[in-house]
């Protein structure tokens, strides 16, 4: 999508700079950042085990960081967000949960 949005520019470089976009700002910004995000939560994934726990654990975090930042980007920018908000909803939703099932201080108790 960012190539697609760069290729109706004139230079681009709007699409890759924070606050750069014409369009709806903030928002897009929240997407170039989970964009970028992408590629260090990639490569922790791929680097899990052979990088020392504590070091391997952060860079991971921002697997979280990239899932906020890219569904705040959708809810905000997407032209098809009332077709999907369904779908964002359910996801926004089934994410929280998880993730408050996960990390449940009572649960790590019973373990």
Known sequence: MLLASAADLDDGADVITPFGATYRPP???????G????????????LAGRLPWRLWWPLHKFAA???VLVWL???LVGGDTSALLGGY???GV???GIALWRYNPRRAERR
Do not use: E
């Not at 928002?27 to 950042?33: D, K, N, Q, R």
């Not at 964009?35 to 791929?46: D, I, Y």
């Open 73 to 75: 980007h959708g809810v």
């Open 94 to 96: 089934l994410v929280i």
């Open 35 to 46: 964009f970028w995000t992408g590629p260090l939560v990639g490569a922790s994934a791929a």
């Open 65 to 67: 960081v990239s899932l």
């Open 27 to 33: 928002a897009v910004t929240l997407g170039l950042l």
């Open 89 to 91: 909803i359910a996801t």
